[in-house]
């Protein structure tokens, strides 16, 4: 079992930043690809960002929805069981409530398909007002 907890959301206008943090307890942080979703209000849960696990190098590869490229940067540290999520610029669009996940089994192709999370935490909310 894993158990991850968000935090860092909040309320910010339109140009502005947010970091998310999300923590895992549990097994062992380093063998989980990890990912962060969002839903807005009458919406599906989407991708957003995952991070892969290193597997002992000093890279882990990052993939990104297109819609958050060049403003989101997901990164982790493995020493502390930690996924950040640091947001700029951000925009109205960009209110949901974030979900951080946790997926044992991954690849590049499925990075955006809920099923392959094995955990998810209960969530963050960022409110971006224009």
């Known amino acids: 079992q894993v158990q991850l907890v968000e935090s860092g959301g909040g309320s910010v206008q339109a140009g502005g930043s947010l970091r998310l943090s999300c923590v895992a307890s549990g097994r062992t942080f380093s063998d989980y690809h990890m990912g962060w979703f969002r839903q807005a209000p009458g919406k599906e849960r989407e991708f957003v960002a995952s991070?892969?696990?290193?597997?002992?190098?000093?890279?882990?590869?990052?993939y990104y929805v297109d819609s958050v490229k060049g403003r989101f940067t997901i990164s982790r540290d493995n020493t502390k069981n930690l996924v950040y999520l640091q947001m700029n610029s951000l925009q109205p669009e960009d209110t949901a409530v974030y979900y951080c996940?946790?997926?044992?089994?991954?690849?590049?192709?499925?990075?955006?398909?809920?099923?392959?999370?094995?955990?998810w935490g209960q969530g963050t909310q960022v409110t971006v007002s224009s």
């Open positions: 996940a946790a997926a044992l089994f991954l690849s590049p192709a499925l990075v955006a398909d809920r099923s392959r999370y094995n955990y």
């Open positions: 991070i892969f696990r290193s597997g002992g190098s000093t890279y882990s590869a990052t």
